[in-house]
Nanobody, 116 residues
Framework: QVQLVESGGGLVQPGGSLRLSCAASGFTFSSYTMYWYRQAPGKERELVASISTLGRNTNYAASVKGRFTISRDNAKNTVYLQMNSLKPEDTAVYYC?????????WGQGTQVTVSS
């Protein structure tokens, strides 16, 4: 079955960095665009970034452009989100998303808290 397992979240001070990872299994990872979403308390889940199958095309939410970088390693079935210059408003649960078999799959999420 499809599994997405995020890791790398934690508590970081404003201006700091974190690298999130999402290990995927149960589908042909290299054939699908991958996504990172986030959901802050009391807010709707929002798309943060996406990356095409070979990593040639990436897209970012305006709020993270220039600070976050999405990447993937198809040999390891893993997608990453490098987050730099973190702000308190980046505090959220971050989710990995994939859409094989015409179905939306989500990981369990990893908490990112930006606070001094």
């Amino acid at each position: 079955q499809v599994q997405l397992v995020e890791s790398g979240g934690g508590l970081v001070q404003p201006g700091g960095s974190l690298r999130l990872s999402c290990a995927a299994s149960g589908f042909t990872f290299s054939s699908y665009t991958m996504y990172w979403y986030r959901q802050a308390p009391g807010k709707e889940r929002e798309l943060v970034a996406s990356i095409s199958t070979l990593g040639r095309n990436t897209n970012y939410a305006a709020s993270v452009k220039g600070r976050f970088t999405i990447s993937r390693d198809n040999a390891k079935n893993t997608v990453y989100l490098q987050m730099n210059s973190l702000k308190p408003e980046d505090t959220a649960v971050y989710y990995c998303n994939a859409r094989p078999y015409n179905t939306n799959y989500w990981g369990q999420g990893t908490q990112v808290t930006v606070s001094s």
